[in-house]
Structure formats: C-alpha cells, structure tokens
C-alpha cells in the first residue's frame, strides 16, 4: 500500500484559516452578546388595563445596539434592565418622579450619553418613557483571542403620548 504524503497548507492557506477561525469566533460572540441584550418575554400586542394607581411604561425600539441598561425610578434602580425591543412596566405612586438609564458594568469600554426625564404620574394613567438610541456606533474586536466591544451611543428618553406609544410597543417583548 502506498500512501503518499497530503502536502503541508501554505502560509497563505494557514493565515486565511486561522482568518476564518477568528471571523467565526467573533461572529458567535456577537451572537452571543446580543442574545443577552435581548429581552424574553412575550410580545406585547395591547397592554393590560391599568387597575389603580399609576404607572411609568419604559420602552426601547428595536435598535443596532447591545448595549443594555439599568433604569432608576427616582435614583433607584428599576426591577427589570432596558433591552433592546423591550417594554417594562413599573407601578408609581401618584406625584413628581425622575428616570434616568446608567450602562450596565457588562460594557466597560463602552459610554452613553444619556439624559433624564422628569414627570408628574396621576392616578388611573400611564407615562411612557422611551429609551431611543439617537445615533454612535458598536465595534467588536478579537484580539488574540479576546474579543472585546465597545461603542459610543447618544441615547434620547423622553416622555411621549400615549397615542404614540401604544403604536410603538406591540411589537416589542416585556423584559422577562
């Protein structure tokens, strides 16, 4: 039996597996990191009636991004993270508040231009906040091995009519 040697890959035939190697590497941690930045619950289609109370609705439209954040109510931190495409519901206590977003600590390279909105919450309504990214960019290296991201984003939140963003969220997913 004679078997003949298979020719050893070139430079060139290593260097570009070793570039596919890592295109596919950093492909699936992107994947990967905008899964986290995805929300899992379900659609939203039409919200629930609204009992008592009062309520402050913080949605994000779906954007480029994966960056996600956490939301503070009056300085303290809302129960559910601001994703992408995401819809979270917050009962309020009738009166003055203030929301604000802060990057999560899972994007260190990253920054946000953000700024906060303040609002009167009356009993039997919602206000709608809406987190917008408004313009910046996302890079994703892989250095050695390491794949990191980072980005610059400007980010809008503002209050919006009801009107408007009931025609907004039913696409969106509540956050858990």
Known sequence: M???????PTESEVNRMRAYKTSVATLVAAAA???CAMPTGPKVGQLPTLQDGAQLVVYRPKDNASLYFQGLLDGKPIP???KNASLSLNNVSPGSH????RLSSAFPSSSVYANSVSFN??????VFVRVALDGGSETIRNIGG???VSGSYDYRIEVVPAAQAESEIAELRYVR
């Open 2 to 8: 004679n078997h003949a040697a298979s020719p050893s």
């Open 33 to 35: 990191l905008a899964g």
């Open 80 to 82: 559910d993270d601001v």
């Open 98 to 101: 203030s929301f604000t977003i």
């Open 121 to 126: 919450a009356e009993n039997g309504r919602r």
């Open 146 to 148: 390491s794949i990191t």
